[in-house]
């Protein structure tokens, strides 16, 4: 690990397709930087304010945004494959369309989040919370969302096939067309009072 950046703030920055490599940031701040087709593999951001940054078609692998703030920023086609964004929070970006390949989003805060379309694939997102986001018509599968926050999100033609659900209550949720496997339906006919036998 490269000595850690701390504490620095860039303003106005063009960082068009620059290479991140394995950089490592604590407690920075980014405003109005330019990532757009950024590459990053083994970097990390610690804590890290990211207000207006287009990271537009960037490509993340196995980097860390943990405990960071995203605020306004565009993550128009960003890619982030085995990625951890553990206690991060996003405010008013935007994410349409939000691809995530494995990587832990466990305690994200993603709160009324327009995910219409996102791929989420394996990914861990223990108590994430999705509270009032739109996930129309999103692929979240084979996730662990375990103790999620649902309270009125939008889950309309969304695949959760394979996905761990436990403490959804579907009746907080929209969810006309939701597709589900057997034994998630089982388990959300259990929720709702059913006595499931074969």
């Given amino acids: ?34 990532l757009t087709e950024a590459t990053s593999r083994g970097a990390s951001f610690v804590g890290c304010t ?4 287009r990271f537009n078609v960037s490509r993340h692998t196995d980097s860390a945004f943990t405990r960071c703030t995203f605020i306004r920023c565009n993550l128009f086609e960003a890619e982030f494959t085995g990625c951890k964004f553990i206690g991060s929070t996003f405010d008013r970006c935007d994410l349409r369309p939000l691809t995530v390949t494995g990587g832990d989003w466990s305690f994200v805060t993603l709160a009324g989040a327009d995910l219409r379309g996102a791929r989420f694939a394996g990914v861990r997102m223990r108590e994430t919370d999705l509270a009032g986001a739109d996930l129309t018509g999103a692929t979240v599968s084979g996730s662990d969302l375990s103790d999620a926050q649902w309270r009125g999100t939008r889950l309309t033609r969304a695949d959760l096939r394979g996905s761990d659900l436990t403490g959804l209550d579907p009746t907080a949720v929209q969810r006309t067309g939701t597709i589900v496997d057997v034994g998630q339906a089982m388990a959300l006919a259990q929720a709702l009072g059913f006595d499931v036998r074969a």
């Fill in 50 to 53: 990211f207000g207006d940054v």
């Fill in 1 to 34: 690990m490269p000595e850690p950046i701390e504490g620095v703030t860039f303003h106005d920055e063009d960082w068009y397709a620059e290479e991140l490599g394995d950089r490592h940031y604590v407690d920075c701040d980014f405003h109005r930087v330019d």
